[in-house]
């Protein structure tokens, strides 16, 4: 099927947002955007309201459109809402699990295990934008496997959008280092191999656990003065 321009040009910027190339705070120039995809500015408009409603583009009055910069409150929401979905999902896709999805977890695993390696290799050298689309991608494969599980296709629409929101923010709020990469995997392979287990409590522990700790390690990228203040509200 023919893509339209309007697809296109979604399909462009949400790239653009999910591998970091405009960085939080970047203003999204629709003339710009037209000059680089060859296309009209109509389409390229019509896109930009569609990340807008998405969360993933915000319009300032007067001043245009911009890729938002997450507050500290905002990232806790995020993961509060990522626990709600995901640790209520496991209930339903725990007992559900095949062996496929077991196969792409584990598959998904080895892809960040590798990304660790490559990076230690290449002494923490690598270019962030492809690090952060390729481990995005692994990341979302594990956690959306599990999802699909549930056969409910409301609730997967709604972690996916919760998941690309997180990888736009992650993409200036975290950064990735050999031994985080293999701590992420260590951490998928637990509930993995609980989830393997059919074991509902133990799985829960281990995503709970997973998930408190990539919250912790993106707050800690917001000054010490604001998260004190957030202590004592």
Partial sequence: MHETLQAKAYRTIK???LSGIDPQGTRISDFALSKSLGISRAPIREAMNRLISENLLVQRAGLGVFVPKPTKEEIENLYQIRQWLELGA???AVPNIDEKSIATMEESCEIIRRLADELKENDGCLDPRKLYARLGEADSIFHLTIMQNTDNELLLELIQRNRVLK???DNNTRTY???VLHRICDEH???LEAIKS???ERSRAALREHLRLARDITLRKFPI?????????
Avoid: C, N, P
């Fill in 189 to 191: 392979i637990e509930i």
């Fill in 167 to 169: 990888q736009v923010w």
């Fill in 225 to 233: 003065e604001s998260r004190k203040e957030s202590a004592t509200d």
């Fill in 90 to 92: 496991l209930e339903s």
């Fill in 15 to 17: 790239e653009r947002l």
């Fill in 198 to 200: 059919k074991d509902l």
């Fill in 177 to 179: 280092s050999a031994a």
